[in-house]
């Protein structure tokens, strides 16, 4: 079956610009979590949703928002984009959560310049 | 501070080497999970051990559960250059537990 789909791979954004990355799950799989990706703090969890709803959310400003669709498809969106957010976007698939493990994307590399 | 430490951050060895890494913290898990990335990759899972002194294989690869569900550690023998990758443990949230808590990670280079 098909694995997870992030579009796109690589996007170069300038300071102040929006961006928003999309993320396909595994056919079944209704959780879709989004993760930061950085050398100095490693995998940061941004949030969860699960059945189109907003499960979890971790400490990132409000700037960092999400969505999920009927289709499981998931999007998230980063406004008045700053320097810092410069990281690889994963999106993580599962079944029923973080403690069953995760599918992961290919992931987004943003740059802010 | 990290809540999962990893050790080492960085190790460079020859093909047909044996290696352990190991991630360690002073917390009690319910369960603990390994995850290999490659350079522009997402990380890819591995396995995934719950029981105290558990102990799991996946060919070259052995992992196991400290008794006390606070540290594991991943043994690979006669590395090969495919394993090139980063190493990552990491453990469910004791608080909530749909978000996992991850280590740095070991970042390992096999070199033929």
């Known amino acids: 079956k098909a694995g997870v789909t992030q579009t796109p791979r690589y996007l170069i954004k300038t300071r102040g610009q929006q961006v928003t990355l999309s993320c396909s799950p595994i056919?079944?799989?209704?959780?879709v979590s989004w993760y930061q990706q950085t050398p100095g703090q490693g995998l940061q969890f941004l949030f969860e949703?699960?059945?189109?709803?907003?499960?979890n959310k971790g400490n990132f400003p409000g700037r960092f928002s999400g969505r999920q669709f009927s289709n499981s498809r998931s999007e998230m969106n980063v406004s008045t984009l700053e320097l810092g957010d410069s990281a690889l976007y994963l999106c993580?698939?599962?079944?029923?959560?973080?403690?069953?493990?995760?599918?992961f994307g290919s992931g987004t590399r943003l740059t802010v310049v | 501070t990290q809540l999962l430490e990893q050790s080492p951050q960085f190790l460079s060895i020859q093909e047909g080497e044996n290696l352990t890494v190991y991630c360690n913290s002073s917390?009690?898990?319910?369960?603990l999970q390994w995850y290999r990335q490659e350079p522009g990759e997402g990380p890819v899972l591995l396995v995934t051990?719950?029981?105290g002194g558990e102990v799991k294989k996946l060919k070259r690869l052995t992992f196991q559960f400290g008794d006390a569900r606070k540290d594991s550690s991943l043994h690979i023998t006669a590395a090969q250059p495919g394993d090139t990758g980063l190493y990552l443990c990491?453990?469910?949230?004791?608080?909530?537990?749909?978000?996992?808590?991850w280590g740095l990670g070991t970042s390992l280079a096999v070199n033929p």
């Open positions: 993580a698939s599962s079944v029923q959560g973080a403690a069953s493990g995760y599918t």
């Open positions: 056919s079944g799989h209704r959780s």
């Open positions: 949703y699960f059945s189109e709803t907003q499960r």
């Open positions: 917390s009690v898990f319910s369960s």
């Open positions: 051990v719950v029981t």
């Open positions: 990491a453990v469910p949230n004791a608080g909530n537990n749909r978000k996992l808590i």
